[in-house]
Every structure is written in structure tokens, then in C-alpha cells.
């Protein structure tokens, strides 16, 4: 990549994907730009027209706006703490040498494998069913009454499926984070008078600072858009009525793009100021 | 106080015994130097002594106690790493606390060890630093003032000068030195290289696969080496150790005179060579002879300048009193 003449053979020859890329990005995106500024109602008239600013305010002026905001909070949250905390445990378990290490990392990677429709439907009808779920057959061993997970409790089943799902990637990134700690580092804790939760503490857990920073942005943004576990699980209902599935309801269950593409709008730009503020921490951490 | 004795203590890894059994005693305040070539076991032996690896049978007594099955923070040693183990994250100051704080030491009497620890390290404009924003001369002071601060019973120094440049690893050495006549404490310092081991120690262990080969002062080691590991491991340049009919005429099965015991001349001597490369230091030269009928190479170590060139027949005559003569098994005569 030294001469002008290999420069610019190289920009040609990337010029076809980043096109590709940039047109797969930019048309949906200026669409989406477009009819959340047009009352386009598909099945009652068709394109309506200009509206300015009406379908934004009426997509934040909605009942179910603010409970679809707290859901997905909840969501990610809730499946960021479990994944973090999970990951970390079996990130150091994983770094124990044991017998048959290598089967047991590849066994611990393969849900992250699964596409999420299909997991979401095994958890839904193998588990958590209430009359042949595995749950279901455990709590009758025990002689308790089975629990319909998916109506009883469904966010925390949605939870549990959307962090079954992750554990491998943040139980990954963490793992090839304690690798790289040196061990002399926890010797010299040892010899200081650590004990091993203080080594834990004082050196692990601030070691795998800018790792954990990682896997929460990463996360964020993938679990910002979670949609296929909720569909195929609960449809949205029970308190399972995220953000992202709101706007799904709004254009093929309303059949009002404009209204969905306002608030396709708005996640973006929920989206742009969490992956921005995450950026910064993790370029601060990357500084020290 | 800071005596250690090792009763009988075997390290196997596995099957393979890496510390056959040895015994040792590390007298109180004496600086005392591991050294062996790589693989011999020295670092092994800090690490038992240390508590970071088991023994696998025999005993270590710190002070009179027995300390085999204690862990590693209650023995009262305090460990200089190789990497120098710093803690990235925390500042030079916390570092340096670290081992204060996880002894629940009242605040004030931490802040008054660290402050002495930076004067005697010259660390005291660099205690708000990180260990990444250091060189490697302050990081590695900052790992000794993170050891004294707890005024330890020992010292455990595990090769800490093997990522430094050469100025500063002589500059360190001093330092190190001096730290012990000041502190009086007990001393064990890990190197392959002699000339560490040499300059600083009161005792050294000469190890070879986890056997020690011998214990002793410094000039014991270099004037009377207990065998020809011990000969051809002390002392640089090496010892020109051979054998055969020369080395009989000497009255052992091998012989062995060290560089500067052969006197040197271009006209008579007791044996004769071509000389090969010189290296000219200024102070020394160092001629390396061939064809001798000894050894391959035989050097020679001469005061000062010497004009020779690559080829030229020279006379090698050795200092009979500094002769060191060995056995079949390579143990020294007499």
C-alpha cells in the first residue's frame, strides 16, 4: 500500500462494498427520515401527505410510550447485570485449568450459536410451556403447581432468554480479558496479605474494568433492537412492550408507518447518544 | 530477625523432581544470592521459601517456627518480582500502601511508612503517578518500596534487574546493595548472572538441577571452587578448564586456570597458539587462543593493551599457585 498506483487500485477495489454498505445504510435510513414526516397510512388511503412534526408528538404523547421506554430499561438493564456478573464468575471458573477445558469453553460459547428465533422458541415450548415445559414437569416433581412463565412472569422469562443468550459473548470477551492479567500481579497480592476476594477486588475486577466497559457497549446497542425473542414469545404483551416493538406494532399492526418511522427516528437517536456517551468511557479507560 | 532454614525440602512437579532433598540455612540480616543457569531451580526455591508453591516434603523454619503449611502473607517475607508485579491501576502511593492496608495499619501510620519509603527510594515527587507513567528504574523502586514498607523478616528478590538496561541495572545493583547495609535485613536474591552474584552477595548458593553445588563467600567460590561446575561457572571470562595428558601433569584429571592467572608472551612459554579474536576493553584484553592442544579456545585476560593480531603465535605460560586441579567425578583436589 505504498505507491499512488496501489493506493488508488485499493480504493477502486473497495469502492463496490463500501457503495454496497453505504446504500445499505443511507436508503433505509433517509426512508425512514422521510415517512415519519408524511401521514402514510397503507391500508386507509395511502400516502397522505406532508405533516411536519405531528407524527413525533403524537409517538411520545402515546399511553404506551413511557411504559415501552421503562420496559426496554428494564430489559437491558436487567439483562446487562445478569450477563456481566454471570460472565465475570464463569470467566474465571473457565480460566481454571480443568480437565476437558476445551470442550467446556466451546459448550459455553454454542448458545451465542443459536439464532435468536430459534432459542426463543425452545425456551417458549420446551421449558417454559406450562403443560409439557421441562419447568413445568420439575415443579410437578416437586408437587407444585407448574407456572405459565411467559403470562405469570414475563419479563424475567424474556430476561432469562435474552441473557442465555449473551452470557457466551460477555463470558468470552471477559475471559480473554482475565487471560491477559498477569500472574505475578496476583502473586505479589498474595504475598501483600490478600485474601482471594480482595484479590478479587483489588485487582481482578479493576483489571477487567475496560472489558466490562466493552461488553456493555456492545451489548447496548444489540439489546436496544431486541425484537424476535419478544415476538415469538409473547407478542408484545404481558408488560413485554419494548420500544423497538412498539414501533413494529405501530407500522404492521396499526399499518401507520409515519407514526412507526417517528419512532424509528427516535431510537436512532436513543441509540447514537448511549453508543457516544459508552464511547467516551471506554475511550477514557483506553487512556489510562 | 529473618533466619531461614530449609530441613529436607523436595519439589516435584508430577513425576519429575525438580528440587531433589536440600537443606539451608539463610543466617539473619545476610544477603545471600540463588545462582544457577536457567532451569536449575533457584526460582523454584524463592517460590517455596516464599509460600507460592507447596513443598512437596520437608520443612522451612522462618525464625525458629515452622512455616511449611503457613500462606504465603503470613510468613513476613515481602517479594520482588521479575515483571516488578505493580499494580496498573493504582498509583505509585496506593502501591505502595497495598500491603499496609490489607493489614488494616491505622491511616496515619501508613502515611508516615510510605513517606520514608519515598525519601530512602527517591519516589517522593512521583507518588501520584501510575506505574504505566514510570521508568523502569522508578517502577522498579517502587516494588522494592512496596516489599520495605512492611518491614518484612526477609527480602525475596526474584532476578529484578533482568528487564533493565545495562546502566541501570549497575546503577540498581548499588541500590540494592546499599538498601541492605542500611536495613541490616535478610537478603535472597535470584540471578543467572554471576556477576550480580558476585558483587552483592555475603553468601552465595551455587545451584545446578536443584542440587546446590556449593555455599559460600564470594572469594571462597572464585579462589576455591568445590568442583568444576562451580569453576566454570564463576568468574568472567570462565575458567579454562581441560584434560588429558596436560591436565595429568598438573596431577588431576582435569585441570582448570582462570584468564588472568596465564601470563603472556610473544616469545616463551609453557604452551603456545594462535591467537584468534581479541576483544580490547581498554582497561583488559581478552585474547582468545586456538590451537593450543588444551581446550578449543583458551582466553586469556591481560591487564591493559596488548598489540596483537588475528594469527600470530603466542605463549601462554600459567601461574602455578592459582591452579585448580579435579577428579574423575570433577571434584576438586586439594
Known sequence: MATKASRSAARLMMAPAVVLLLGWMLVPLIMTLWFSFRTYLPLRGGDLGWTGFDNYVRFVSSSAFWPAVQTTLVLVLGVLVITVCLGILLAILLDQPMWGQGIVRILVIAPFFVMPTVSALVWKNMFMDPVNGLFAHLWRFFGADPVSWLSDAAMPSIILIVSWQWLPFATLILLTAIQSLDSEQLEAAEMDGAPALKRFFYIILPHLSRAITIVILIQTIFLLAVFAEIFVTTGGAFGTRTLSYLIFQRVLESQNVGLGSAGGVYAIILANIVAIFLMRIVGKNLDN | ?334
Request: hydrophobic share 40%; aromatic share 6%; proline share 4%.
Open chain 2, 1 to 334: 530477625m529473618g533466619q531461614i532454614t530449609l530441613k529436607q525440602v523436595t519439589k516435584s512437579f508430577g513425576d519429575v523432581q525438580v528440587i531433589p532433598p536440600l537443606d539451608l540455612t539463610i543466617e539473619d540480616g545476610e544477603f545471600t544470592v540463588f545462582v544457577g543457569p536457567s532451569g536449575c531451580g533457584k526460582s523454584t526455591l524463592l517460590r517455596l521459601i516464599a509460600g507460592l508453591e507447596d513443598i512437596t516434603t520437608g520443612h522451612i523454619e522462618i525464625d525458629g517456627k515452622d512455616a511449611t503449611d503457613l500462606v504465603p502473607a503470613k510468613r513476613g517475607l515481602a517479594m520482588v518480582f521479575q515483571s516488578y508485579a505493580l499494580y496498573p491501576h493504582m498509583s505509585v502511593r496506593k502501591n505502595i500502601a497495598f500491603p499496609l492496608k490489607m493489614a488494616k495499619m491505622a491511616p496515619a501510620e501508613i502515611e508516615k511508612r510510605i513517606a520514608n519509603a519515598a525519601a530512602v527510594l527517591n519516589l517522593t515527587d512521583y507518588l501520584d503517578r501510575r506505574p504505566g507513567q514510570l521508568s523502569g528504574g522508578q517502577r522498579q523502586r517502587v516494588a522494592i518500596g512496596r516489599a520495605i514498607v512492611r518491614e518484612p523478616a526477609a527480602f525475596l528478590f526474584d532476578e529484578p534487574l533482568s528487564n533493565l538496561d545495562a546502566a541501570l541495572r549497575v546503577g540498581m545493583r548499588l541500590e540494592i546493595s546499599e538498601l541492605h547495609t542500611r536495613l541490616k535485613t535478610t537478603m535472597i536474591y535470584v540471578t543467572h548472572d554471576q556477576v550480580e552474584a558476585m558483587t552483592m552477595a555475603d553468601k552465595i548458593v551455587v545451584l545446578r538441577a536443584g542440587h546446590i553445588e556449593q555455599v559460600g563467600s564470594p572469594l571462597e567460590l572464585y579462589h576455591r571452587p568445590r568442583n568444576e561446575f562451580v569453576a566454570g561457572f564463576i568468574g568472567s571470562p570462565k575458567m579454562n578448564i581441560f584434560g588429558g595428558s596436560e591436565a595429568q601433569k598438573y596431577g588431576g584429571t582435569k585441570a582448570g586456570i582462570r584468564p588472568e592467572h596465564i601470563d603472556v608472551s610473544m616469545t616463551e612459554g609453557t604452551w603456545n597458539g594462535k591467537v584468534g579474536v581479541a576483544e580490547h576493553l581498554g582497561s583488559d584484553t581478552f585474547i582468545h587462543v586456538h590451537d593450543t592442544g588444551l581446550a578449543d579456545m583458551v582466553t586469556v585476560r591481560i591487564t591493559g593493551d596488548i598489540s596483537v593480531r588475528h594469527g600470530d603465535t603466542i605463549y601462554l605460560t600459567p601461574q602455578l599457585d592459582q591452579m585448580h586441579r579435579f577428579d574423575a567425578q570433577g571434584l576438586r583436589i586439594a
